[in-house]
């Protein structure tokens, strides 16, 4: 059974359930169904097969999205708050394609999916080839160039069937979902995929409600939330407050955590105040559609293993193998390559396709452990973020000599911050960070940036990022 046909479905016999509420607007399946049957027939107008949905948390990104599976088209989300100079990348990297918004803050020759909904003709035609790509993500690229990830149809509905078909996921309908990631982030695409063909309810906060601990307990108990989908860090800052327990929040019942490290400590600490709690560590990258394998955490789970594991592989939705301590995926988890036709790490093994994913790992008895990277690619806030790429952008400002980014990590080899070191020519670190916040997203932005008289390098002349990480 295909995405749309679960949708559908739910449309037909829940058409008055809400199936999505965000900026203080809720959209029924009913509505839902009908305003993108409408979009599809208006987006079939066009010649353009992608179509970039710009937009906050508005319920016409959600009918954006389905509006362009439903006419064959590919989606490429994208937030409001990207700086110009990335989004014009972004729309040359995609060109041919149209620019949708959803809301009333136009950008030149953007079109208002709102006036696209006018009564057409919205006779459904035959869905699209599976092998079409249904959405592309852009992640950072170690080049200094974002990088784009496009699914196909048939990875998003095999991924869709998996998220569903876990058992420790299982609610019964008509249950209440948070979305807490931005729709360009690929973990929501598992609390849409989850939500929508489970025939949930799924509720989005609005950005200063979920700025501090006491807005996110708040939002939650207001809205009765029984599933949260959220990265660790986000689970961390909920911590913050002591209100955050089962007698404030008697209706949590399942949390999905994934998209960065899971730490032993932050699980205890949730377990502890939410002993009934079904708590999911998942792992996957953007290339493999979100996520591949998950893992219920338990008390029992906690005192066995010194690490916690991102999966079990006998309910995985792929092929997990490793190869030279390497993860390998192998199946219709998979992508096909780059946007930009780029196949690295990519290849077809026995017909299937399969990805290096470049985080270091080991199996051990029915469990996935991920042990860090070979490369300088880390996750923070759970976003994927390449240090070259912030470096690479660094080196483009006028006044910049050199540059290193490095991540500071705990312990644990979770990530805590980004730091820069720069050499300046001209300017100060201050004209810098205002031209970072024009070329790179908020949460790319080194948090410290100190200048230096020349950057320190090993004896064969490469950066000593040993040495900077003790500065």
């Known amino acids: 059974m295909q995405l749309i046909d679960w949708i559908h479905a739910w449309a037909k016999t829940a058409p008055n359930r809400t199936a999505y509420t965000g900026e203080g607007r809720s959209l029924s399946y009913g509505a839902l169904w009908t305003d993108a049957v409408r979009l599809s027939a208006a987006l079939r107008q066009f010649p353009e097969s992608r179509f970039l949905l710009r937009g906050g948390k508005a319920p016409e990104m959600v009918v954006g999205m389905l509006?362009?599976?439903?006419?064959?088209?590919t989606y490429v989300p994208i937030s409001p708050e990207l700086p110009a100079a990335r989004l014009e990348r972004i729309l040359e990297l995609t060109t041919p394609c149209k620019l949708l918004t959803a809301d009333s803050s136009r950008i030149p020759d953007s079109i208002l999916i709102s006036a696209l909904l006018e009564p057409l003709p919205a006779a459904e035609e035959p869905a699209a080839p599976e092998n079409q790509p249904a959405y592309i993500i852009f992640t950072s690229g170690s080049t200094g160039t974002p990088k784009g990830v496009p699914i196909s149809r048939r990875n998003l509905?095999?991924?869709?069937?998996?998220?569903?078909g876990l058992e420790s996921m299982r609610l019964p309908a008509p249950a209440r979902v948070m979305n807490t990631a931005?729709?360009?982030?690929?973990?929501?695409?598992?609390?849409?995929?989850?939500?929508?063909?489970?025939?949930?309810?799924?509720?989005?906060?609005?950005?200063?409600?979920?700025?501090d601990p006491a807005g996110i307990l708040d939002f939650m108990g207001t809205n009765r939330i029984e599933t949260v989908v959220c990265t660790p860090t986000f689970l961390k800052l909920c911590l913050l407050d002591p209100g955050f327990r089962a007698a404030q929040l008697c209706d949590l019942q399942v949390v999905y955590s994934c998209g960065e490290p899971l730490e032993k400590k932050t699980a205890g600490k949730l377990l502890e105040r939410f002993p009934a709690l079904r708590l999911i560590n998942a792992y996957g990258p953007t290339e493999a559609t979100s996520a591949v394998c998950a893992v219920q955490v338990t008390r029992e789970l906690l005192a066995k293993h010194d690490s916690l594991p991102v999966g079990k592989i006998d309910n995985a939705a792929c092929r997990l193998s490793i190869d030279r301590d390497e993860i390998i995926l192998t199946g219709e988890s998979v992508f096909s390559g780059y946007l930009d036709g780029n196949t690295q790490?990519?290849?077809?093994?026995?017909?299937?396709?399969?990805?290096r994913t470049g985080d270091l790992g080991s199996i051990e008895g029915n469990y996935l452990?991920?042990?860090?990277?070979?490369?300088?690619?880390?996750?923070?806030?759970?976003?994927?973020?390449?240090?070259?790429?912030?470096?690479?952008?660094?080196?483009?400002?006028?006044g910049v000599e050199n540059c290193a980014v490095i991540a500071k990590k705990t312990e644990t080899d979770t990530v805590r911050l980004i730091k820069a070191f720069v050499v300046l020519q001209s300017g100060n670190v201050d004209l810098l960070r205002s031209?970072?916040?024009?070329?790179?997203?908020?949460?790319?932005?080194?948090?410290?940036?100190?200048?230096l008289q020349e950057i320190p390098t090993t004896e064969n002349g490469k950066t000593d990022r040993k040495r900077l990480e003790s500065l």
């Open 67 to 73: 509006g362009c599976l439903l006419a064959g088209k």
């Open 157 to 164: 509905d095999h991924f869709a069937k998996w998220i569903c």
């Open 182 to 211: 931005a729709f360009s982030f690929d973990l929501s695409v598992a609390d849409l995929c989850y939500s929508l063909c489970s025939g949930h309810s799924l509720y989005a906060p609005e950005k200063d409600r979920v700025a």
């Open 345 to 355: 790490g990519w290849y077809l093994e026995n017909g299937q396709a399969t990805f």
């Open 369 to 398: 452990y991920c042990k860090g990277r070979r490369d300088r690619q880390i996750k923070w806030k759970g976003y994927r973020i390449e240090l070259d790429e912030i470096e690479q952008t660094i080196l483009s400002i006028p």
């Open 435 to 451: 031209n970072l916040i024009r070329l790179l997203p908020d949460y790319m932005i080194p948090k410290s940036i100190t200048e």
